[in-house]
């Protein structure tokens, strides 16, 4: 009996503060989005706050690895993505799943009138990201990225290193 009441109690109070579905879409005013680092978002959004991971991208770490120099890079690309961010009153959030630090994964799109800017994509595009191979199929990404890196965009003019090599202290 005492586990029923239990269940019961954790049942409802799952059911008060309501849950996101892996595959949603969301929309918050910027003023509820704190940029963590370039690829990393928290966004208070229905009384809570969320850990988002964007989709598709790898910036440089702003304080855990690498060199001075790599984490200089780190707040360059989050500066980047925080400015960009900055441009818009709303964003939409496309989550598509967890990762295992239970971050969502998020497509984010900056919204100005009935126009949508993907974020993530432009990140890249400006050189302020890698793509992450391991997760990204979008052919989009890859284009981009070569472009920036070949003309030298944002960080690629100051040689910035992947940051997943990085990571691994490589």
Same mark, same amino acid.
């Given at each position: ?108 799109? #900056? ?15 400006? #050189? ?43």
């Amino acid at each position: 009996m005492r586990d029923f009441k239990l269940i019961l109690v954790s049942i409802i109070i799952a059911l008060s503060f309501g849950t996101l579905a892996v595959a949603e879409t969301i929309t918050v005013t910027t003023k509820n989005v704190r940029v963590v680092d370039g690829d990393s978002l928290s966004v208070k959004y229905k009384g809570r706050t969320i850990k988002t991971r964007s989709s598709c991208i790898d910036t440089p770490e702003k304080a855990r690895y690498g060199t001075y120099e790599d984490k200089q890079h780190g707040k360059i690309a989050s500066q980047f993505v925080s400015d960009l961010i900055g441009q818009f009153k709303y964003l939409q959030l496309d989550l598509s799943g967890q990762d295992r630090y239970k971050r969502f994964i998020t497509t984010v799109y #900056g919204i100005k009138g009935n126009q949508k800017y993907n974020i993530n994509l432009i990140t890249v595009q400006e #050189g302020y990201a890698y793509v992450y191979k391991k997760y990204c199929k979008d052919k989009d990404y890859y284009r981009a990225f070569e472009q920036a890196k070949v003309n030298k965009k944002g960080l690629f003019a100051l040689n910035m290193r992947e940051p997943s090599k990085v990571r691994r202290g490589k």
